[in-house]
């Protein structure tokens, strides 16, 4: 841990949207943290109307650990809440680090030091903390190594690329150094406004790293314990990673590559996947490849799915 007169003023940024059961977990679990860092927790809801993630905020703010502030992004979108929370974060002046969680998750009691301490050491940009899905009734085996269902580890150090923005510690000047809006609009409904945003890190020169130890946790509600949900998941991928592919004008031939791969992957995979029907396992893994090369080949035609439409959890 580090020692009190060198511990930094972080910012626990939480966007959230009608969970407000999972926001109160997430909450009470960041009261238990065991940290010298000064934190400072901002929490924007995206549901303008109900605000009851907002409401909850204002009733325990008196009594919480932190210092707890709450705030209404009225612009339906999860690039927008993202961008919404690094706002409010900047204006706190000695803030050195914003960290993100999302709303169905929480911390370990040493996920904050974890993800600091491995900054201090590798002097990343962008950290990226391990996060361990929570099967109530046990993870199926078509389910291990799934996007969406399977728990997301990596060694400790640095990393060429990171997963996503549920579990991230972001260091000031990073933010500082990029124009906003910082998390790209266009992927309000879609997700994919996190990988877009680290390819603009990267771009602009940043390092990323990852930090095992900086666990935090989720539970996987039932919507998402089949395979018609993962496959959903893996077209949603698939269709937001061909448009930040389009996005930062690939070359004529790098287009040709992935249009190959996209055409192989469509025209061999079914086949083998009926032959593999008896290891269902790989037989999924199979499909899945298929649906994500398929969302890829839709966001070609100029279709975009829009996987943010609908909240899962309470």
Not at 20 to 27: N, T
Request: hydrophobic letters at 45%.
């Amino acid at each position: 841990m580090l020692e009190p007169a060198l511990a930094p003023e972080v910012v626990v940024a939480i966007p959230t949207f009608r969970r407000p059961q999972s926001l109160k977990r997430l909450l009470e679990a960041l009261e238990k943290l065991e940290t010298t860092a000064k934190i400072i927790v901002v929490v924007a809801d995206n549901d303008a109307a109900s605000h009851a993630g907002y409401d909850l905020c204002r009733d325990i703010a008196n009594t919480y650990r932190w210092p707890l502030d709450p705030i209404i992004a009225e612009e339906r979108g999860i690039a927008q809440v993202r961008n919404a929370l690094v706002a409010r974060a900047l204006g706190y002046p000695d803030a050195a680090f914003v960290a993100m969680l999302d709303d169905d998750e929480w911390p370990s009691p040493q996920w904050l030091e974890a993800l600091l301490a491995v900054q201090a050491d590798t002097k990343a940009d962008v950290v990226e903390g391990s996060i361990v899905f929570e099967h109530g009734g046990g993870e199926t085996a078509w389910e291990a190594g799934f996007d969406g269902v399977s728990s997301i580890r990596r060694p400790t150090g640095p990393t060429p690329m990171l997963e996503g923005a549920g579990n991230i510690l972001i260091t000031r000047s990073c933010l500082d150094s990029l124009a906003a809006p910082w998390f790209d609009p266009a992927f309000a409904l879609t997700g994919g406004e996190d990988r877009d945003f680290f390819e603009r890190v990267k771009a602009a020169g940043g390092h990323f790293a990852w930090a095992d130890a900086g666990l935090a946790y989720t539970a996987v509600p039932v919507l998402r314990q089949s395979l018609s949900w993962v496959f959903k998941r893996a077209y949603g991928i698939g269709n937001t990673e061909m448009r930040i592919f389009l996005k930062y004008r690939p070359t004529l031939i790098m287009r040709l590559q992935e249009y190959g791969k996209i055409a192989a992957a469509l025209l061999a995979m079914p086949v083998i996947g009926l032959v593999m029907l008896v290891s269902p396992r790989r037989s999924a893994d199979i499909w899945r490849r298929v649906f994500r090369n398929a969302g890829k080949l839709a966001a070609l035609a100029g279709v975009t799915h829009q996987a943010y439409a609908v909240t899962h959890g309470e």
